[in-house]
DNA sequence: TTGACAGGTAGGCAGCCTCCTACGTATCTT
DNA sequence: AAGATACGTAGGAGGCTGCCTACCTGTCAA
């Protein structure tokens, strides 16, 4: 759909997915993201470059700090893209309820 | 929540959701999902194999076929995973409208 | 049983990812 | 103006990925 559905990609590494939670929580700066991991400070910058690129976050300049914060449109892509396969697994469930009411018989 | 979430891993590789996507239609045997791309079989065997290892399809023997299926759980445990930034998505939208009441006065 | 077919595995190579430290730049404080 | 703070970027090392060709195993057909 998108041109950039490499939020996939984005997302494959657990310390972006941690990013993506914190934010969860409202926009932080930098230092406050980088705080709750091990990894240097300089590494956590380039997860976020890779979370901005991807579109999953923007950044907003307040004097030197820069504010991250969640954006959504990618997270509602990835959704869509997940819509045939719910279809799929509602099948699945349905399949396994007729299962089970045929044993009830 | 659920120990192998690398189904994010499984699912970055552009090949890997052609797969899924071909899955969606049914149950095909290796050379059949092969034969939609260009790459060598060998390689479509081992795309298969990271998908196997993260839960995605399941493989069943039909002689000397293998028949692959997709497999529901991942993709319901990503759906959950998605779940809390679905509201904030929502949010996002309903600040939105609330902007565009505003503007209507 | 011998050959053809379906598909996995081994091994190797090239490119990418992730981490680091060192450094540069902009902003705030004094 | 000088130092401290917040952050990005450069460059490099090591590991992982993705692709290939060659080869192996198991099954079907003649």
């Known amino acids: 759909m998108s041109a950039d559905l ?4 984005a997302l494959a590494s657990p310390v972006r997915r941690e990013l993506t939670a914190l934010l969860l929580d ?3 700066p930098v230092n406050d993201l980088a ?7 300089p590494s956590v910058s380039e997860h976020l470059k890779v ?6 976050v923007s950044e907003q300049r307040n004097g030197r700090q820069r504010i991250y914060q969640l954006e959504a ?8 893209w997940l819509h ?4 799929f697994w509602l ?5 396994l309820r ?7 018989l």
């Not at 979370?51 to 999953?56: P, V």
């Not at 449109?73 to 869509?80: G, K, Q, T």
């Open 6 to 9: 490499d939020v996939f990609a």
């Open 26 to 28: 409202g926009p932080r």
């Open 35 to 41: 705080s709750h991991f091990t990894m240097s400070r």
């Open 84 to 87: 045939p396969y719910e279809r």
């Open 98 to 104: 007729t299962l089970l009411d045929e044993e009830d």
């Open 91 to 95: 099948e699945k469930l349905a399949n």
């Open 51 to 56: 979370l901005r690129d991807a579109g999953l």
């Open 73 to 80: 449109a990618p997270l509602r892509e990835l959704s869509e």
